[in-house]
């Protein structure tokens, strides 16, 4: 079955403590992306990559690191997490091509103590 | 800059009753146009996406959206709201040849018997 798999699905932590959110696809797609969901703001992109070790930053950036070692797979890093980082995350993929449509992952619900 | 304005953060019919979810765009080249729906604790679902080739599109689940330029718009339609049609959902833009979505904050629909 196609999709975009995230882990883990729910995350508490505290202020401070590195964490890492996976997130892997089975589809071989070239495209992938990591967005935030805020109540009233909708989809925010935070980092996207366009192929193996290809990335570059969305629209806010700061406080999260990606990389792209593998084509299946995109982990999103928070290196010193801050409670304006709860929030739910998620992960998408496509094809590289225009008008491509994303899949998303379940999402994480992360919570920043 | 694209943007999206999503009027209405909720937005409540009957069962049986017109579906009208509202979507304006700003963009400075002719743009992609998506709807895509968020069920409960899942992930986003592509309902449908304008490219150019008609303005009237279909899309799943019986809505349809009909892009209108001399209005930026790009409203989201059915006939015959369901119960199964309570969810989440989003409008989204991107310049073309780019796979990077902008959204819209959302509006979340409620469909009572």
């Known amino acids: 079955e196609a999709q975009v798999t995230q882990n883990p699905r729910y995350l508490i932590t505290v202020t401070g403590k590195k964490l890492t959110v996976t997130c892997s696809q089975n589809m071989n797609h070239e495209y992938m992306s990591w967005y935030r969901q805020d109540p009233g703001l909708g989809l925010r992109q935070i980092y996207y990559s366009m192929n193996v070790e290809v990335t570059d930053k969305g629209d806010v950036p700061e406080g999260y690191k990606v990389s792209r070692k593998e084509k299946r797979n995109f982990p999103l890093i928070l290196e010193s997490p801050s409670p304006n980082q709860t929030s739910l995350y998620f992960c998408?993929?496509?094809?590289?091509?225009?008008?491509?449509?994303?899949?998303f992952g379940s999402g994480t619900q992360l919570s920043v103590l | 800059a694209q943007s999206v304005t999503q009027l209405g953060s909720h937005v409540s019919v009957s069962e049986g009753a017109l579906v009208l979810l509202r979507c304006n765009y700003s963009?400075?080249?002719?743009?992609?146009l998506f709807w895509y729906v968020q069920y409960p604790n899942q992930g986003l679902q592509l309902l449908l996406k304008y490219t150019s080739a008609a303005t009237l599109v279909k899309g799943i689940n019986g809505f349809e959206a009909e892009f209108k330029k001399s209005e930026t718009s790009f409203h989201l339609t059915k006939p015959s709201a369901h119960m199964s049609d309570a969810a989440e959902y989003f409008c989204?833009?991107?310049?073309?040849?780019?796979?990077?979505?902008?959204f819209g904050a959302g509006t979340r629909l409620a469909v009572h018997p």
């Open positions: 963009s400075s080249v002719p743009p992609y």
């Open positions: 989204a833009v991107s310049e073309r040849g780019d796979n990077k979505l902008i």
């Open positions: 998408a993929s496509s094809f590289l091509a225009t008008n491509e449509k994303l899949f």
